[in-house]
């Protein structure tokens, strides 16, 4: 039933009614509605402005023309896509349709007690937080992530960010107190928060994480969110474990996972 409704959601060109998908599914609105969110995670409203959302993604990542990617999206005016797409896309449509060009982003590398740690960022906030051993390869990953951005050396008022990162890693369980730029599909972003709610000192599984956004069959997807998430330690992703809780790969090095979990418990 479900599966037939997100069909049918993903086919029209305009929203279909929760009347008009309860009848299609054969039950009442309420009883049509609650099946819905607890098999996706999501209300039938949201799943069809991700999917807009994705096509829109999709259009413009092609070179479509930013307003024909819009109303063939199923938006039916541009001023009520644009109230959202920076949420959205992480940009502006035109930025994200040139893959970021013209989007300025200051990086620095400082060290710290587990390598060299860079840190990146957006006029709107901290978009990138690697670990390494080589700042040379931790250049290069910042300029894969953001292929057509213009990548810059930071300023020396941005060492006072890299100041704040650096105290992160020693210690993690204080948090960070810089604004983010978070860029990422709608699924990662709920996986993302769903890890900053995790208490520090504490772990979670892939299956727990899974299950408190609704989608308890998602686990390799959280795995493979955690794995892409780009802000090391202000997204907390050394927080997610196996069920047996074995520490699992981590992007930055399972060593590195072992001793940020210890200074936290340590705190």
């Not at 993903?10 to 008009?20: G, I, Q, V, Y």
């Not at 069920?243 to 340590?266: C, F, P």
């Amino acid at each position: 039933m479900v599966e037939k409704a997100c069909r049918l959601i993903e086919n029209a060109d305009e929203m279909p009614s929760l009347a008009k998908l309860a009848e299609v599914s054969g039950t009442s609105r309420f009883h049509f509605h609650r099946v819905f969110k607890m098999f996706t995670g999501v209300t039938p409203k949201a799943y069809a402005a991700a999917h807009r959302s994705r096509r829109v993604r999709d259009k413009l990542s092609t070179g479509t023309p930013v307003t024909e990617a819009i109303h063939g999206s199923g938006f039916q005016s541009s001023g009520r896509f644009y109230e959202t797409s920076t949420e959205q896309l992480g940009m502006t449509p035109t930025a994200f349709r040139k893959s970021g060009d013209g989007t300025v982003i200051r990086f620095a590398v400082g060290e710290c007690s587990l390598g060299s740690v860079l840190v990146a960022a957006t006029d709107k906030g901290v978009c990138a937080i690697f670990l390494g051993d080589d700042p040379d390869a931790l250049a290069r990953n910042l300029q894969d992530r953001f292929p057509q951005a213009r990548i810059v050396g930071a300023d020396p008022a941005f060492d006072a960010w890299v100041a704040q990162v650096v105290g992160l890693v020693e210690r993690p369980a204080l948090g960070l107190a810089l604004p983010l730029d978070i860029r990422g599909t709608a699924f990662q972003i709920r996986v993302w928060d769903a890890l900053c709610q995790i208490p520090p000192g504490s772990t979670a599984s892939y299956a727990e994480i899974a299950q408190k956004i609704g989608r308890p069959k998602a686990c390799r997807a959280v795995a493979q969110a955690c794995a892409w998430n780009p802000i090391a330690l202000a997204i907390p992703c050394h927080r997610v474990v196996r069920t047996d809780e074995s520490l699992s790969g981590y992007r930055w090095g399972v060593e590195r996972k072992a001793e940020l979990l210890k200074r936290e418990k340590a705190m």
